[in-house]
C-alpha cells in the first residue's frame, strides 16, 4: 500500500521558468492538499482539490500558482516564471472521502519535493 | 484568523522526558495533531487527540489538551536519540466554512544529547 507520492523530490529551475510538481494520492484517498514549507517555517496551506474540482484554494498566491486533479492522473501544482522566494519545500497531502476518518487519521503526506529556483 | 505558537527549540538528555507546548486559537478545531518531521522527509502523524478529550496515551506518547486555555502539550517519555526531530502541532481549520485544511505551527525542534 504505497503512501502518498510525490515527484521529482528535488527540482532547481533557473528565474522566469515553469515548475511542474506531481502528487500521487493514496490508494482510496480523493482528497489532495498542498502546503508550501519555507525555510525555518511551518507548513502553510494552499489549496484543496477533489477530483476535477477546486474546493478551496485560498492559501495560493493570486498570480503564477495553479493546480488540478484530473479524472486520471496525478495531481499537479504549477508555478508559472518562478522567482527566487518561490524556493521551498512543496508537500502534498492525502485523506479519505469521510470526515471522520479524516480527523481519526489525519492526513497522509508525502515526502515532498523541494524546489531550489536560481 | 487562527494561529498555531509552539517554542522553537528543546533540547533534552536521552532518557529524560520531552514535554512540546503548542497553543492554538480556533476553539473549534475538531480535531489537534501532532507530526514528526525527520531532516529531508515527509512528515508523520503521531497521534492526534479530539476536541472533547483531555488525554490520550500512546506507548510513550502522551497528548494533553486545556480546551480552556487552547493549549496542547505532548510528553514523549524515555527520550531517545531517534526522536530527535522537528515537532508540529497543527489544528483542523474550520475558520470560513472551510473543509479541514490544517494549520501548523512553525514546529519546535528537538535535540536529544547522548
Known amino acids: 500500500n504505497a503512501g502518498v507520492m510525490q515527484n521529482p523530490r528535488h527540482l532547481v529551475r533557473r528565474r522566469g521558468q515553469e515548475a511542474r510538481l506531481r502528487c500521487s494520492p493514496m490508494?482510496?484517498?480523493?482528497?489532495v492538499y498542498w502546503y508550501r514549507q519555507l525555510p525555518e517555517e511551518g507548513l502553510k496551506f494552499m489549496v484543496y482539490?477533489?477530483?476535477?474540482?477546486?474546493?478551496?484554494e485560498s492559501g495560493m498566491p493570486k498570480e503564477r500558482f495553479s493546480a488540478e486533479f484530473p479524472k486520471e492522473g496525478p495531481s499537479i501544482l504549477r508555478i508559472q516564471q518562478v522567482v527566487r522566494g518561490d524556493s521551498a519545500a512543496y508537500f502534498c497531502?492525502?485523506?479519505?472521502?469521510?470526515?471522520?476518518?479524516?480527523?481519526?487519521?489525519?492526513?497522509?503526506f508525502g515526502s515532498g519535493t523541494r524546489l531550489t529556483v536560481v | 484568523g487562527e494561529d498555531v505558537e509552539q517554542s522553537l527549540f528543546l533540547s533534552v538528555r536521552e532518557g529524560d522526558s520531552s514535554v512540546i507546548n503548542c497553543t492554538y486559537t480556533?476553539?473549534?478545531?475538531?480535531?489537534l495533531y501532532w507530526y514528526k518531521q525527520e531532516p529531508g522527509a515527509g512528515l508523520q502523524l503521531l497521534t492526534y487527540i479530539f476536541s472533547n478529550m483531555d488525554m490520550k496515551q500512546d506507548q510513550r506518547l502522551t497528548v494533553l489538551l486545556n480546551k480552556k486555555d487552547k493549549h496542547l502539550s505532548l510528553r514523549i517519555a524515555d527520550t531517545q536519540t531517534g526522536d530527535s526531530a522537528i515537532y508540529f502541532c497543527a489544528e483542523s481549520s474550520n475558520y470560513g466554512g472551510s473543509q479541514g485544511n490544517l494549520i501548523f505551527g512553525k514546529g519546535t525542534k528537538l535535540s536529544v544529547k547522548p
Open positions: 490508494k482510496g484517498h480523493s482528497h
Open positions: 482539490l477533489q477530483k476535477e474540482n477546486i474546493i478551496d
Open positions: 480556533d476553539s473549534s478545531s475538531t480535531y
Open positions: 497531502a492525502s485523506s479519505p472521502i469521510m470526515q471522520l476518518d479524516r480527523g481519526q487519521r489525519g492526513y497522509t
